[in-house]
């Protein structure tokens, strides 16, 4: 009998009953040899006690970096919009934030990846077909174009003391294209973790994957928004403002077309536990940050208060995404019913002859 690794996951096996003479015992009325089943009854488990879909390695840094890429897209987009309208406190802030939440961010993948040289090796090439590849590049160019912008402003804010000597002009002179470089590459940021997530056989991100990138779209408005409105003076926070409100509308509307078109099954992880209060909360910070924005948006006090709520509803809905997703790898039922129920709605629509189904 040979012996493996494995052989501590076998389920243990049935004790034999055999008479002293080594022979097994013949049941009742000599219609055969009666041994005990080792089939087990048919249940909703795995082999050997496993997952079916094996769950991702991600934790908090990773929905922490979720978080903050909603957080510079959106915000370099209220930049450039602070750019256009002269606003100049609002262009000021929204670049720094930008800058700042992707440099928190790219901490908190690299923390996910163990090692910085990991990130910098996706960098050595570009596969378009890879979510993952090409969100580095676009985090790349964001963050470039960001770096460009907030430096200008930081060296605006100390009197132009900084050391640039000559590459002060040239500063000035790319810090307009780099406005709008990085709100090129906003959107993309905002939502490319989306497609990675839905981008999987996990059961709740794949069954998303149709509407997940507008639910983050929202996330990320409400995000910049919401922090834009803590930092900025309520004159200049119109643009944020409407942000905010189109982002509130924007995700909980989403949301609730997200569940509808998934499957009814996986739809539960969404409600349950953890995952389900997170976005329970989430949904109620975002409806008190908009009645918030919509009554008193033009009174500083109000206004940093609807903002906290905004970013409360944005870091809920990132998390509770995240740990829905790997809660539904826990249980095989979120793998496999759905699967029954994809075949059995192919079956009815009458594709019976392909690789998937068969007829009966």
């Not at 910070?285 to 409360?312: D, E, K, N, Q, Y």
Request: hydrophobic residues 45%.
């Amino acid at each position: 009998m040979t012996v493996s690794d494995f052989d501590d996951y076998r389920p243990p096996e049935p004790p034999h009953s055999r008479k002293r003479d080594g022979k097994r015992r013949r049941g009742g009325s000599g219609q055969g040899r009666v041994e005990p089943s080792v089939v087990p009854d048919v249940a909703f488990t795995s082999y050997y006690g496993r997952s079916v879909v094996k769950p991702p390695p991600w934790g908090n840094p990773i929905a922490v970096y979720l978080f903050l890429g909603g957080v510079a897209g959106g915000s370099a987009l209220l930049g450039l919009g602070g750019q256009m309208t002269g606003r100049l406190i609002l262009r000021r802030n929204s670049r720094l934030a930008a800058l700042a939440a992707t440099g928190a961010g790219a901490a908190a993948l690299v923390v996910d990846l163990g090692r910085p040289e990991r990130f910098l090796n996706m960098l050595r090439t570009i596969k378009l077909t890879s979510p993952m590849s090409v969100g580095s590049w676009i985090l790349a160019a964001f963050g470039t174009g960001a770096g460009v912008c907030a430096a200008s402003e930081i060296d605006r804010m100390t009197g132009s003391r900084l050391p640039l000597g000559p590459l002060r002009r040239v500063l000035r002179g790319l810090e307009g294209p780099a406005g709008v470089e990085a709100a090129v590459f906003a959107a993309p940021l905002s939502v490319y973790t989306a497609v990675l997530l839905s981008d999987t056989a996990n059961p709740t991100w794949n069954a998303a994957r149709e509407d997940l990138p507008l639910v983050f779209v929202g996330s990320a408005s409400l995000a910049a928004a919401g922090l834009a409105m803590i930092t900025t003076p309520v004159k200049e926070a119109g643009p944020a403002r409407t942000m905010a409100l189109l982002g509130v509308a924007g995700e909980l509307i989403a949301t609730r077309v997200m569940e509808r078109n998934m499957d009814p099954v996986v739809a539960e992880t969404l409600h349950q536990d953890a995952p389900g209060r997170m976005l329970a909360w989430s949904e109620r910070l975002a409806v008190i940050g908009g009645v918030g924005v919509l009554l008193g948006g033009r009174h500083r006090l109000t206004a940093a208060l609807s903002g906290v709520a905004l970013l409360g509803a944005s870091v809920l809905t990132r998390f509770g995404i995240l740990r829905a997703g790997l809660r539904s790898t826990e249980d095989p039922r979120y793998t496999i019913e759905p699967q029954k129920n994809r075949l059995a709605a192919r079956r009815r629509a009458g594709i019976v002859h392909d690789s998937i189904t068969t007829s009966d």
